[in-house]
């Protein structure tokens, strides 16, 4: 069966630094990272498929790193100079039907997501 196993979320204060992972049980054709505040809608944070073509939402942009690991199945986010803005549920993400690049920041461009890892980011 498919599934997502994020780690790595926890507590930090403002212009700390946190790295989470997300290992996928199958070979996905692109990962991605999204998040969702508290009575807010879910929305992108970055993505990068096997092409190594990534995208990242404007307000981490130069904050944000996404890497991943083809052989292990395996994405990370590395986050720096994290806000309090940032504090999310953060969900890993993946699509193994090699959706069209326009669809990397959207909903429905996956069809496998995490159960969430919580980040929370202090004044």
């Known amino acids: 069966q498919e599934q997502l196993a994020e780690s790595g979320g926890g507590s930090v204060q403002a212009g700390g630094s946190l790295t989470l992972s997300c290992e996928a049980s199958?070979?996905?054709?692109?990962m991605a990272w999204f998040r969702q505040a508290a009575g807010k809608q879910r929305e992108a944070v970055a993505s990068?498929?096997?092409?190594?073509?990534?995208t990242y939402a404007d307000s981490v942009r130069g904050r944000f790193t996404i890497a991943s690991d083809n052989a292990k199945n395996t994405v990370y986010l590395q986050m720096n100079n994290l806000e309090p803005e940032d504090t999310a549920l953060y969900f890993c993400?993946?699509?193994?039907?090699?959706?069209?690049?326009?669809?990397?920041?959207?909903?429905?461009?996956?069809?496998?997501w995490g159960q969430g890892t919580q980040v929370t980011v202090s004044s």
């Open positions: 993400a993946a699509d193994s039907q090699r959706r069209p690049f326009i669809y990397a920041q959207s909903n429905d461009g996956y069809d496998s």
């Open positions: 199958y070979n996905c054709y692109r």
């Open positions: 990068m498929d096997k092409d190594y073509r990534t």
